[in-house]
T-cell receptor, first 117, second 113 residues
Framework: GAVVSQHPSWVICKSGTSVKIECRSL??????MFWYRQFPKQSLMLMAT?????????EQGVEKDKFLINHASLTLSTLTVTSAHPEDSSFYIC?????????????FGPGTRLTVT | AQTVTQSQPEMSVQEAETVTLSCTYD???????LFWYKQPPSRQMILVIR??????QNATENRFSVNFQKAAKSFSLKISDSQLGDAAMYFC??????????FGPGTRLSVLP
């Protein structure tokens, strides 16, 4: 149980274009989903927290107009990187927390490697 | 703000031996959860073990156990009978009821055959 999928797993795009990454909880409902960015050999950096049906909460320093997050249902959240630039190249990971559980652990997707050329 | 520290950037262990990874944290909360996550080369984050702060008993999951010292704000992970598949980055994490989720910088564990 508690499986989170992420699509695509790898994407290359040209500078100036937009890219959408999907995060789905496959066998549970997620009240809250999280989006992280991870640089090589570093820890996860939280970008934003999204709750179903409401606006995402962005961490300080994260441009909300550049990284658009939508949490339209209890099983789907999307991250759109708008007008991508090479410095946006990174590994993006989503996670989800299950409705009604007391454990507060997060279940992670397999990640998306974004390369902007 | 809560912080999580892992003082060992890298560790190594001989196969079948035991290794302990250290984690300390700082919080003013009395109720919270602590986790150890594993990130193998595939980069898929895997939950290894969790500990509720209100529970005095240390959590155990098969070969993985923790030593939770609440007063010292210490949360170490012990891996017994280490296997080659245990080689990964290990992240200690803290949350106070989901409002803040903080990861440590990670410890890279190598398992030597």
């Amino acid at each position: 149980g508690a499986v989170v999928s992420q699509h695509p797993s790898w994407v290359i795009c040209k500078s100036g274009t937009s890219v959408k990454i999907e995060c789905r909880s496959l066998d549970f409902q997620a009240t809250t989903m999280f989006w992280y960015r991870q640089f090589p050999k570093q820890s996860l950096m939280l970008m934003a927290t999204s709750n179903e049906g409401s606006k995402a909460t962005y961490e300080q320093g994260v441009e909300k107009d550049k990284f658009l997050i939508n949490h339209a249902s209890l099983t789907l959240s999307t991250l759109t990187v708008t007008s991508a630039h090479p410095e946006d190249s990174s590994f993006y990971i989503c996670s989800a927390r299950e409705v009604g559980t007391g454990g507060y652990e997060q279940y992670f997707g397999p990640g998306t490697r974004l390369t902007v050329t | 703000a809560q912080t999580v520290t892992q003082s060992q950037p890298e560790m190594s262990v001989q196969e079948a031996e035991t290794v302990t990874l250290s984690c300390t944290y700082d919080t003013s909360e009395s109720d919270y959860y602590l986790f150890w996550y594993k990130q193998p080369p595939s980069r898929q984050m895997i939950l290894v073990i969790r500990q509720e702060a209100y529970k005095q008993q240390n959590a155990t999951e098969n070969r993985f156990s923790v030593n939770f010292q609440k007063a010292a704000k210490s949360f170490s992970l012990k891996i017994s009978d280490s296997q080659l598949g245990d080689a990964a980055m290990y992240f200690c994490a803290y949350t106070d009821y989901g409002q803040n989720f903080v990861f440590g910088p990670g410890t890279r564990l190598s398992v030597l055959p």
